[in-house]
């Protein structure tokens, strides 16, 4: 195989490998993204999830308070 030849065929080579690695890091660059993603969207959503327990819990402990005062009429009477 002449020089030019081989001197072709490893360059050839070289920037199937440099391909190869582009594609690569691309494909896990866009992995770690789509997963940054993905974790935003699960902090949003236990955000909003520990937000309406507030709320539950803050009508829960309202009733409990009107169902003492009936309590306490109750016993008066």
């Known amino acids: 195989m002449s020089?030019?030849?081989?001197h072709l065929q490893e360059?050839?080579?070289?920037?199937n490998i440099m391909e190869r690695v582009m594609?690569?890091?691309m494909r896990?660059?866009?992995?770690i993204s789509n997963d940054i993603e993905i974790s935003y969207s699960l902090i949003n959503t236990a955000q909003q999830t520990l937000s309406d327990l507030d709320k539950s819990i803050d009508?829960?402990?309202m009733l409990v308070e009107n169902l003492r005062h009936?309590?306490?009429?109750?016993?008066?009477?």
């Open 70 to 77: 009936q309590s306490m009429k109750l016993n008066k009477d």
């Open 3 to 6: 020089n030019l030849a081989q």
């Open 11 to 15: 360059k050839f080579h070289d920037e």
């Open 28 to 31: 896990k660059d866009y992995n």
């Open 59 to 61: 009508e829960l402990s």
């Open 23 to 25: 594609n690569e890091v």
